[in-house]
C-alpha cells in the first residue's frame, strides 16, 4: 500500500489532508496521482463518487498552481452546483498548511453580481458549472487564456444534462491548456465522441475495477416488502435507529412526496428533495438537513447529484435505481470518513434476481433485514 507521501504529494498537503482523516490513498488516488504529477498529459478514469476523486485530482492540481501568478491556471468543471461548492471546499480544506491558493466555485443560482465581484480578486482556481462559467464569460468577468489544466468531473452527467455545446465552447476557449483531465463513472457514445474532438493523441486511460469501487465499510442488506409495506418498513426501522441520520432514495418525484408526506404523519422530521423545487428551495432543505434539523431527506437520483453531507448512518432505497452505477451512487453517502454505514434496498418479492445481479456486478454480498 503506497503513501501520499510515496505517491509525490507535498508535505504541506499531506498535513492538510490528514487534517480531513485521509491517510491512505485509495485505489484511484494511488494510481492517477503519479500520472497527475508528471507534466502535461492528457488522461481520463473512469471512477463513481466516493472513489476519493476529489483528492486524486485536486492534490496534482494543486502541486502545478503558482500562487504568485495571479491568474486563473486551474479549471474544473462540475455538473450541479452542489457538486462544484464540494469540489472547492475540500480544495480550501487541503491547502489550509500551504501557501495560498485561491479558489472561486462559479454556479447558477448563486448571485452573478458577487461572483463578478469575487473575480476581482486573484483566483487561481476556479470550479465551475459550464452555464454559469459561461454566462460571466460573456460578461468579461473572468479569461480562461491563462488556464492550463482542465478538469471535467462527472463528465457523462454533464451530457446526460444536456451540457455539450458548453463543454465544447469551454475546450475551445482553453485551447493553450497542457492537461485535460476527464473523470465519469460511464463512457456512452457521446463521451466517446467528446473525447475524440476535444482531446488530443491518445489520453492515458484508467479503469477502477467495479469490485473495488464500493466502500468496504458500507454493510449491504435488502428487505422483501410488497410496495403497500414499505412505508411501515422504513418507520419501524427509524423507530429502532433513534436518532441515526440518513438518506431515502425514490425512483420517483411523486414517490417521494408521498412518501415524505407519509413520514411526516407518523411524527418524523423529514424533507424532501426533488427536480421541481426552485434554487432556494433546494437550498433552504439543505441547510436543514446539514443543521440536523431534518433527521431523514427523501430524494430523487437526480435532485440528489452532488449532495455531500457528512455522519449519514444510512441509505435506504425505497425502489432499486434503473441503472446499477447509481446504486454505488446512492449507497456510498453513507461510511464517509472511516465510518461504519447500512444500505438498505426494499424489493418486492418478484425482485430477488436484482440483488444477484447486484452482488455479481459489483462484487458485493448482502444480508436480508428482517
Known sequence: MSTFKELG????????????????????????????????????AQAQTGTGKTAAFGLPLLTKIKPKTAEIQGLVIAPTRELAKQIGKQLFRYTKFSEKIFVEVLSGG??????????????????????????????????????????????DEMLSMGFKKELTQIFGL?????????????????????IKDCMK?????????????????????????????KTDFISNFLQRRKEDRGLIFCRTKAGAIVLGKQLLKLGYPVDVLQGDLTQKERDTVMRSFKKERIRVLIATDVAARGID????????????????????????????????????????????????????ELSLTFSEAR
Not at 459550464?130 to 487564456?145: E, F, N, S
Not at 455522519?311 to 453517502?333: A, D, K, M, N
Open 174 to 194: 482553453t485551447r493553450t491548456r497542457h492537461s485535460t483531465w476527464l473523470f465519469s463513472a460511464t463512457f456512452p457514445d457521446a463521451i466517446q465522441a467528446l
Open 110 to 155: 448563486d448571485n452573478i453580481d458577487r461572483q463578478v465581484s469575487a473575480l476581482q480578486r486573484p483566483t487561481h482556481i476556479v470550479v465551475a458549472t459550464p452555464g454559469r462559467l459561461l454566462d460571466l464569460i460573456k460578461r468579461k468577468a473572468l479569461t480562461l487564456v491563462n488556464v492550463k489544466h482542465l478538469i471535467l468531473d462527472e463528465a
Open 309 to 360: 453531507v457528512e455522519g449519514l448512518s444510512f441509505v435506504i432505497h425505497h425502489q432499486l435505481p434503473e441503472q446499477i452505477e447509481y446504486y454505488t451512487h446512492r449507497s456510498g453517502r453513507t461510511a464517509r470518513a472511516g465510518k461504519k454505514g447500512i444500505s438498505l434496498v426494499l424489493i418486492e418479492p418478484r425482485e430477488r434476481a436484482k440483488i444477484t445481479r447486484l452482488e455479481n
Open 9 to 44: 504529494i507535498p508535505a504541506d498537503l499531506i498535513q492538510g489532508i490528514e487534517e480531513l482523516g485521509i491517510h491512505t490513498p485509495t485505489e484511484i488516488q494511488a494510481k492517477a496521482i503519479p500520472f497527475l504529477m508528471k507534466d502535461g498529459g492528457d488522461f481520463i
Open 201 to 229: 493523441g491518445k489520453p492515458e486511460l484508467l479503469k477502477i475495477d467495479k469490485g473495488h469501487i464500493v466502500n468496504r465499510d458500507i454493510d449491504h442488506r435488502y428487505a422483501i416488502c410488497g410496495r403497500d409495506e
